[in-house]
């Protein structure tokens, strides 16, 4: 009787485990892209959608421009051969801050909006 009881128990528990690991896997389906794709990007995003260039420094009216070319679809090699595709990404923003002779550049993305098509 102890076995038949054991047994029901795991078997119950099985089932209530599995239940919740695919609604733990659908959840992160759904919640991933955002989590992902959503904001300011690290390196490592940046290197994975084929890298980017930088064009060559030119003086305007109030300082300096740094052309950047990057795509964040990961459709082009630009540094690099992209391991990431985007089709639904945009380039939302960048900014730059400058430190001395240091230059830091944020991207950050943003789902393509239904107006931009």
């Known amino acids: 009787m102890k076995n038949d009881q054991y047994f029901a128990f795991a078997s119950k528990s099985s089932e209530i485990f599995g239940a919740n690991l695919t609604m733990y896997i659908a959840a992160l389906l759904l919640i991933l892209p955002m989590v992902a794709f959503g904001g300011e990007q690290p390196w490592a995003f940046v290197q994975s959608i084929g890298g980017l260039t930088l064009g060559a420094p030119t003086r305007?009216?109030?300082?300096?421009?740094l052309p950047v070319n990057v795509n964040v679809s990961g459709l082009?090699?630009?540094?690099r051969k992209?391991?990431?595709l985007n089709s639904a990404l945009i380039c939302d923003s960048t900014n730059v801050a400058v430190n001395g002779n240091?230059?830091?550049?944020?991207?950050?993305?943003?789902?393509?909006?239904?107006?931009?098509?």
């Open 82 to 84: 992209p391991t990431m």
């Open 76 to 79: 082009e090699a630009l540094t």
């Open 102 to 117: 240091l230059i830091y550049l944020t991207i950050s993305t943003a789902s393509t909006r239904s107006d931009a098509l």
């Open 60 to 65: 305007i009216a109030h300082g300096w421009a």
